[in-house]
């Protein structure tokens, strides 16, 4: 069955980085894009950014654009997140999930604090 | 950028009873148009794509409606495990992005 496993998160510092990682399984991952979407404690459903299925083309919310990129090995069947400049609204469950939202990960959680 | 309203915030209700939930557009997305149900600590599960086509696995009790700026999410009789926070999300294939609701809750009464 579909899986999508995320891992990454913790606790960082105002202005820091962190990368994410999204390991996909029992689907051709190499064949769909993927999205990251993100939850502050609390509050509703944030879309973060999308890849197409060979990573040629990338697309990011205002918000992370320029701080954040998405990336993927198809080879290992992994999706990426690279955070840098973290800000404190930037804390929260982060999700990967298939191209037509169909599948998501249990989410990771990343905390921007002091 | 398209903006998704939806109304009520909170919605309580009793188990058997038939909830009516609306998510406004603020320009047309076609049937473009999903739901999301998430309970605390999960993610966030496809109820129902293109406005009215239900997910895998989704119990007919759950159905969806509109089209153009106005949808409609229906629970025919709730059931204990329906208690939850629903989204709708707006997708577009070009740019690929999504844009999601603020989320009606739906609690017990």
């Known amino acids: 069955q579909v899986q999508l496993v995320e891992s990454g998160g913790g606790v960082v510092q105002p202005g820091g980085s962190l990368r994410l990682s999204c390991a996909a399984s029992?689907?051709?991952?190499?064949?769909?894009?993927m999205h990251w979407v993100r939850q502050a404690p609390g509050k509703g459903l944030e879309w973060v950014a999308f890849?197409?299925?060979?990573?040629?083309?990338?697309y990011y919310a205002d918000s992370v654009k320029g701080r954040f990129t998405i990336s993927r090995d198809n080879s290992k069947n992994t999706l990426y997140l690279q955070m840098n400049s973290l800000r404190a609204e930037d804390t929260a469950v982060y999700y990967c999930?298939?191209?037509?939202?169909?599948?998501w990960g249990q989410g990771t959680l990343v905390t921007v604090s002091s | 950028e398209i903006v998704l309203t939806q109304s009520p915030a909170t919605l309580s209700l009793s188990p058997g009873e038939r909830a009516t939930l609306s998510c406004r557009a603020s320009?047309?997305?076609?049937?473009?148009l999903a739901w999301y149900q998430q309970k605390p600590g999960q993610a966030p599960r496809l109820l129902i794509y293109?406005?009215?086509n239900r997910a895998t696995g989704i119990p007919a009790r759950f159905s969806g409606s509109g089209s153009g700026t106005d949808f409609t999410l229906t629970i025919s009789s709730l059931e204990p495990e329906d208690f939850a926070v629903y989204y709708c999300?707006?997708?577009?294939?070009?740019?690929?992005?999504?844009?999601f609701g603020p989320g009606t809750k739906v609690d017990i009464k």
């Open positions: 320009q047309s997305v076609s049937s473009y």
């Open positions: 999930a298939n191209r037509i939202f169909d599948y």
């Open positions: 293109d406005a009215s």
């Open positions: 999300q707006q997708r577009s294939n070009w740019p690929p992005r999504a844009t």
């Open positions: 890849i197409r299925y060979d990573g040629s083309n990338k």
């Open positions: 029992g689907f051709t991952f190499s064949s769909y894009g």
